[in-house]
């Protein structure tokens, strides 16, 4: 974790939500009126965009994206909402239904206060851009989460100031879209390739064009996501980013923000402490509500993903008779650890922490540099032009120490590229969206033992029930709900 970034974070207080600005202020409190003032003013504000990104869901489970990985075909159907959300058991009263909602307009109004107040502030032009650059990708970031799971979602770009226009009307994908791609664009033009040490964790132009590669994939504009991809690539010969050696040294707590990061949520057992950990490690390890509930299982359709002598396998899963440290204590894995009726496997990358149980300050990352290539691969496959993706898929197969093909037809490519960003990017908040954005959600989800996925419903999830109380402008759900 990057402590000056979130030992700025714990200092600072601005208003982020539109009902803030009704309360009487207590004197000593920061205001508009008094802040916004200094240099150190407005790299606060932008510091203070990223609160809400470590708690995407807005509830207990601060670091767990609902969507990523619990919603997928990667995860067992287990208990409670780990349960309800992969079988589609769930409607607009969900508290996760709910809480990606309030936590993705809790950060964009974090965004709009940032880029409204600093924007006329009389700096130095360097830090007025860098700082902006952070919100508007912020920003993008979570229209860009809106728009996959709920469709056109009401667009909010100014910081509320008075009950005016409170409640507007749902904008358009297309208009959505707009926004994020010229949001990221912006952050292009702003941001600096890298920041220094003491500022690591920090959103830079390469994590903006990154996202750009992806918004462009699900848009399936796929000359604009590969030319994104590539503008990426490029920081590689500049020693920007690299493919680590190591696959298993990726996401460990002692390799944080490393050269194959590119971007990663920001941890710390001082100032934000990371959940994620507690509902995906083994059960019952140090249990008494110290440690791991095991809530989050891997299903055997995930386990049976890899191929026999891939290598990441044993850095993604727990395996019955290994040693770990978890918290402070050294375990014996056994396969009992695992959910009754499961794999025998629990999940290990990422969830391997330090220190005091339930204090947990590991990072988490959300876009590497292998997603990148892989990006670069998939587009330049649907584009017709295979052979070139294939150099791409190798050095990513190649760290497996796995073969790669030396042809393929474009089917073989994309089910390659497809399979191959399951097994790499296991349980990294990505095969979620994955199967969003492939429209393969009947074929994955729709196959979930118990599962309620119906088609021509839930390909958008509902509207949040209070949305459709609250707003006059927004009158019918999305469909089937």
Known sequence: ??????????????????????????????????????ESDAIMAGTSCYTQMTDPTSFWAAGLDAVGDIQSDDIMPYLGWTLLMNTHQFDGNHETVQGVWKAAYKGISRCNTCIDNVSPMEIRDEIKSEVLGQAHFIR??????????????????????????????????????????????????????????????????GAAMSYLSLVYLNLKE???????AAKVMLLEDQGIYQLLEDFASIHLETNENNKESILELQYSTEHKKNWRPVYMSPRNVNMARDASYGWVQCSESIV??????????????????????????????????????GTGHCIKKGNIYYGEPRIIGINTIIMRYAEVILFRAEALNEMGRTNEAIPLLKRIRDRAGLETNSTYSQDEMRKAIRHERRVEFAFEDIRGWDIIRWGIQEETLGKIPNSQWKKGKC?????PSFVLDENANITENNPGW
């Open 222 to 228: 796929w000359d604009k996501a590969e030319q994104w």
């Open 1 to 38: 974790m990057n402590k000056y970034i979130l030992i700025a974070l714990a200092n600072l207080f601005l208003l982020s939500s539109c009902s803030d600005f009704l309360e009487e202020l207590p004197y000593g409190t920061v205001t508009p009126e008094t802040f916004y003032k200094t």
């Open 140 to 205: 993008a970031y979570w229209y860009f989460r809106l728009v996959r799971l709920y469709g056109g979602v009401p667009l909010i770009t100014k910081e509320y100031t008075s009950l005016d226009d409170l409640y507007p009307p749902r904008a358009s994908v297309q208009e959505v879209y707009d926004l994020i791609i010229s949001d990221l664009e912006f952050a292009v033009k702003n941001l600096p390739v890298e920041w220094s040490d003491a500022e690591s964790g920090r959103i830079t132009q």
């Open 304 to 341: 049976n993903e890899y191929e026999p002598e891939d290598k990441r396998f044993t850095a993604t899963f727990f395996s019955d008779g290994e040693k770990f440290t978890l918290g402070l204590n050294e375990f014996v894995y056994k396969a009992e650890m695992a959910a009754p009726g």
């Open 459 to 463: 390909e958008l999830w509902p509207l």
